[in-house]
């Protein structure tokens, strides 16, 4: 994608109708300048959902209202343009911020010129117009002991003398004001949403394109083409504010122009090629990324990659998906990854490939996965985030998810970089389980609508395809699973014993670090993986006092560099066969490359034992290796606030016995196809009530979903209803600002803290302190991502007591942890302190 942009004016004319002010007060972008810039920017990206004129329209009048007096007054008041002794204009600005509306305008012209002819056009483009500083506003809103509201056409009926209306048309300029007419008389304009709504209608099941009768699953995915359109704007409006007010900055966006696919693939066949088999799974691991290769030629759509752990799914699924966009002209890659430790080791490992010496840093690979900044961000962290403009990005779940459904505009302005892209979700089955159907009515919504490739890869695939389609079941079609044999594939890739040695009373710390030793003894190494962190370090702790060398820790409490740090010493002892005994939580056992005689997983979900034992005799370098599933003392383990695993190692409990009692019935592989299909039909027939992401009281005033406010919102319509004896006037009806507030992707929101862990991450944090122009900070919080670690609210609120916690630049939100007897080489960030004071940027 190329843009052209246009350059912003920057006269020093008063008499300038103005968008922005550059800080240092010496440059000015004409409104003219940013309305049309951000028109082609959006025009671009909306061209990708089939909507370009109207995003050019959207862009044009998104901030039609700044034409207003009372805006320029306000802001070249605020800005020192006018003077407050001789400007007869000028205004005392304290306490007006964010009250002069300039968002309103726009919409309103919108929804009165298109409404009486084309109602759903006209709501879903004035919309994005009324939202694009606050985000998605709802349409109907519903508050305890009020009835339900209908906060669009509320929005629209607001006062000219609020909004200017009147005022702005007159004074807009004519040129700008005569394409947005022609767009919005242009039939096309409306007809392509109503072609659109057609397309989803017919598509999801329980809807009847006839009756034009939608189901929760068509609902929301109405909603998601909002939200795409929103998407395009935001961004758009983001990138020419920033790059005006930073011009440094914006020669430093890609705005698309990537390297060749041709380019990237010829890297990684290189790469490819030179790979020499070292060990016994090698020649099934070349077999797996050769059937990788062939399917890149089929056409877009969704697939699943059922690879057993250490099947080389990283370069395998890269393989695949570089093939793949380059056939069909995809404009991008996006992995999506639970866990940030398997970013750290997958993006290092392809970065390596794609982006070989003499090539600029960060210009094929984008990492983004710490959440630095905060929910509510400021101007300047504004221009900081990301917006994955890079052909390979590697993100988490989590940022994923809020992408779709997150509150503000941070998130939802990525939304659109996932059209017309491959998306690999590596350990698909750790997917949240309740927002199994939000997430399957986005998949299908992108695959069938937008032009995207998504492929589900595990070697433990869940059965999002089973669950109810009414609500949203992921489709995937007959003949998707990428690897021709996966029965065949799994018992070729069987190199391991799983032992069940549950037992009455459970397991005590002292028993667990006994069998540990014990298995360090016999196999050369061991690795435990627990389901906590205070359980990880405990039992370190207990371990200590009885081996110094040869035993580590390992946890997210860890920022990425201290843990790629362990991980590295971890595999050149393993590699050299030094006696080595890891104490981890799960952030080891899905896709860290590490390879030990014996693996103990505390007991858990079927699909986390197989991922454990994934680590286990990785490389078929054993005969068998063994892996023993302990269950701890009920006293030593509190799994109340962790349902997801509870609910798992419950489940997985019963399919171990079953599979005892007929381990023929499961092909005499308890981690196979069988068994876990077997186990994911009764872990979702558990939760099946769970995925719609379920709200409470205490949480929204009622009981609802997520699904049903993003969708049918059956609940603000039939209070509307009663009240008013009709049901809403308005095509659309969800509360989107109402369920973006309400979701998280992850149930306790973590909140970035930069660390300083070794001479580099203290000498980032003494940059990042003394630095002043976001352009370099930019630069240096990507790095920063690497020595960050998410706090939790509890964590957090401890070290801010302390004052062990401070903002970089005062106002920007970004932490670092100026105290660093909180953090320690043995176990991170900590909320007691450790040793001597050092006190960082104080």
């Not at 308005?730 to 369920?739: K, N, W």
């Amino acid at each position: 994608m190329n843009v052209v942009k246009k350059t912003a004016q920057t006269t020093d004319c008063k008499k300038m109708i103005v968008a922005h002010v550059r800080r240092d007060g010496k440059a000015r972008q004409s409104l003219e300048s940013h309305l049309t810039g951000v028109s082609d920017l959006a025009f671009e990206f909306a061209a990708k959902l089939q909507l370009a004129p109207q995003g050019e329209l959207i862009g044009l009048l998104h901030d039609l209202g700044k034409y207003s007096a009372s805006f320029q007054a306000y802001l070249q008041s605020a800005t020192n343009l006018l003077n407050p002794d001789a400007d007869e204009d000028y205004v005392d600005t304290a306490g007006l911020k964010g009250k002069i509306d300039h968002s309103s305008s726009g919409a309103q012209f919108i929804w009165k010129t298109l409404s009486p002819k084309a109602p759903l056009a006209a709501q879903i483009l004035a919309l994005c117009v009324a939202s694009h500083h606050s985000g998605l506003i709802d349409c109907l809103a519903m508050s305890t002991g009020q009835p339900a509201e209908d906060i669009f056409s509320r929005r629209m009926r607001k006062p000219g003398e609020r909004t200017h209306l009147d005022e702005v048309l007159q004074k807009a300029d004519a040129d700008l004001l005569e394409r947005a007419r022609a767009l919005l008389a242009n039939p096309e304009t409306t007809q392509a949403f109503q072609y659109w709504a057609s397309r989803i209608l017919d598509k999801a099941p329980g809807s009847t394109p006839q009756k034009q009768v939608a189901s929760p699953a068509s609902s929301q995915q109405l909603g998601l083409l909002v939200r795409g359109l929103f998407s395009c704007l935001i961004d758009a409006d983001r990138i020419d504010t920033a790059d005006f007010e930073h011009p440094g900055q914006a020669r430093r966006r890609l705005h698309g122009n990537y390297p060749a696919w041709d380019h990237l693939i010829e890297r990684l066949e290189a790469r490819l090629a030179k790979f020499a088999p070292r060990y016994p799974v090698d020649h099934l691991r070349a077999e797996i990324s050769r059937h990788c290769l062939e399917a890149a030629t089929r056409e877009r759509g969704i697939y699943t990659l059922s690879v057993p752990t250490g099947g080389g799914k990283t370069l395998a699924s890269l393989r695949f998906a570089l093939h793949h966009a380059r056939k069909h002209g995809l404009d991008r890659v996006i992995y999506v990854i639970p866990y940030t430790s398997i970013i750290d080791q997958n993006a290092a490992v392809v970065r390596g490939i794609l982006e070989p010496e003499g090539t600029e840093p960060g210009s094929v690979v984008l990492e983004h996965h710490s959440n630095l900044t905060p929910e509510e961000q400021t101007w300047r962290s504004k221009i900081l985030s990301e917006n994955w403009d890079a052909p390979v990005v590697y993100t988490t779940t989590v940022q994923l998810l809020e992408a779709l459904f997150g509150a503000g505009t941070r998130g939802a302005r990525r939304m659109h970089q996932l059209a017309q892209a491959v998306l690999v979700f590596d350990e698909i089955q750790s997917l949240p389980v309740n927002c199994v159907h939000l997430f399957n009515n986005a998949m299908n919504f992108l695959a069938d609508h937008c032009g995207t490739t998504v492929v589900l890869c595990t070697a433990t695939q869940p059965l999002l395809d089973h669950v109810d389609p009414t609500n949203g079941a992921i489709r995937i079609p007959p003949g998707s699973e990428i690897m021709p044999d996966k029965h065949r594939l799994f018992d070729d890739l069987d190199r391991v014993t799983v032992h069940n040695l549950h037992k009455d009373g459970g397991w005590t710390q002292d028993e667990v670090v006994a069998l540990a030793l014990e298995q360090l003894a016999d196999a050369g190494s061991c690795l435990v993986i627990v389901n906590t962190k205070k359980t990880a370090q405990a039992l370190y702790r207990l371990c200590r006092v009885n081996v110094q060398d040869g035993v580590f820790h390992l946890s997210t409490n860890m920022c990425p560099a201290h843990r790629k740090a362990i991980l590295d010493t971890v595999r050149v002892r393993l590699d050299h066969n030094h006696p080595t005994l890891c104490f981890s939580t799960q952030l080891i056992e899905a896709g860290v490359d590490v390879d030990f005689g014996a693996v103990i997983r505390y007991a858990a979900g079927l699909d986390s034992i197989a991922q454990a034992a994934g680590r286990c005799n990785r490389n078929g370098s054993r005969a068998r290796g063994n892996v023993w599933i302990v269950n701890p003392r009920a006293k030593d383990e509190n799994l109340d606030a962790l349902p997801d695993i509870r609910i798992g190692r419950d489940t997985a409990a019963r399919v171990l016995d079953d599979f005892a009692e007929s381990p023929e019935h499961y092909g005499n592989n308890l981690l196979g196809p069988e068994a876990m299909n077997w186990y994911y039909k009764n872990y979702f027939f558990a939760r099946a009530s769970e995925m719609s992401y379920s709200l409470t009281r205490s949480e929204l005033g009622r009981e609802d979903s997520l699904l049903n406010l993003l969708g049918h919102n059956t609940q603000a319509v039939g209070d509307y209803a009663r009240e008013h004896r009709k049901g809403p006037p308005i095509a659309l009806r969800q509360s989107f600002m109402t369920a973006a507030k309400a979701f998280k992707a992850i149930d306790t929101p973590a909140r970035g803290v930069i660390v300083p862990y070794g001479e580099a991450g203290k000498a980032l944090i003494a940059d990042l302190c003394a630095e002043y122009l976001p352009a370099q900070a930019f630069e240096l919080l990507r790095r920063a991502q690497q020595y960050s670690v998410n706090a939790m609210p509890n964590v957090l609120e401890k070290l801010l007591a302390s004052r062990a916690v401070q903002e970089i630049q005062p106002g920007c939100g970004i932490l670092f942890l100026s105290d660093a007897r909180f953090y320690s080489d043995e176990f991170g960030l900590s909320d007691t302190p450790e040793g001597l004071m050092e006190t960082l940027c104080g």
